[in-house]
T-cell receptor, first 115, second 116 residues
Framework: QQQVKQSPQSLIVQKGGIPIINCAYE??????FPWYQQFPGKGPALLIA?????SEKKEGRFTISFNKSAKQFSLHIMDSQPGDSATYFC??????????????FGKGTKLSVKP | NAGVTQTPKFQVLKTGQSMTLQCAQD?????MSWYRQDPGMGLRLIHY???????DQGEVPNGYNVSRSTTEDFPLRLLSAAPSQTSVYFC???????????????FGPGTRLTVL
């Protein structure tokens, strides 16, 4: 069974802190690792994504770190703001085979950034 | 562009009733998919389609049917609703290039379904 394991389930940080959310995967055929952000009552929206040929990707205050040998990747949010309070999902997919493009999601992390 | 639209936003059904959740996209995306989101479970793939006339099962297909007669529309049908199908349902789409799915999936706003 393909799985993506995400931790922690919930996270509370103070404004300006650096929350870190971790994910681990099993299937070495995965070659696309996105993070989605979801606000209450809304659909998930792509935040940032990485492919396994790089170890880090930054977009604004959001950074993905990727460790191919450990099959782990993480999301770091620099200088977190109350507006970052949302649920974050990691996911993985492969570009090969019959299931290419299908996203396998982690169970989500509910982040709360206190003012 | 409206992106991915879903109707209805909310629905309450009785056990055994049938209904269709509508999903449409105006981005000419070949790939479309349906997910259900349950508390603490993340999003799980129900069915997906890589183009008109082509559908396939995801992780949790039981109790759901789909069809894809046009590029724009991908309805999800519940033939006999059960309380276990109480969930929030999201439709998503993605473009393809040379037959490969370009991975960014765009999600609709969701349909919150309650089955009594």
């Amino acid at each position: 069974q393909q799985q993506v394991k995400q931790s922690p389930q919930s996270l509370i940080v103070q404004k300006g802190g650096i929350p870190i959310i971790n994910c681990a995967y099993e299937n070495t055929a995965f070659d696309y690792f996105p993070w989605y952000q979801q606000f209450p009552g809304k659909g998930p929206a792509l935040l940032i994504a990485i492919r396994p040929d790089v170890s880090e990707k930054k977009e604004g205050r959001f950074t993905i770190s990727f460790n191919k040998s450990a099959k782990q990747f993480s999301l770091h949010i620099m200088d977190s703001q109350p507006g970052d309070s949302a649920t974050y999902f990691c996911a993985a997919s492969t570009n090969y085979g019959g299931s290419q493009g299908n996203l396998i999601f982690g169970k989500g992390t509910k982040l709360s950034v206190k003012p | 562009n409206a992106g991915v639209t879903q109707t209805p936003k909310f629905q309450v059904l009785k056990t055994g009733q049938s209904m269709t959740l509508q999903c449409a996209q105006d981005m000419n995306h070949e790939y479309m998919s349906w997910y259900r989101q349950d508390p603490g479970m993340g999003l799980r793939l129900i069915h997906y389609s890589v183009g008109a006339g082509i559908t396939d099962q995801g992780e949790v297909p039981n109790g759901y049917n789909v069809s894809r007669s046009t590029t724009e529309d991908f309805p999800l049908r519940l033939l006999s609703a059960a309380p276990s199908q109480t969930s929030v349902y999201f439709c998503a789409s993605s473009r393809t290039l040379g037959g490969r799915v370009i991975n960014e999936q765009f999600f609709g706003p969701g349909t919150r379904l309650t089955v009594l």
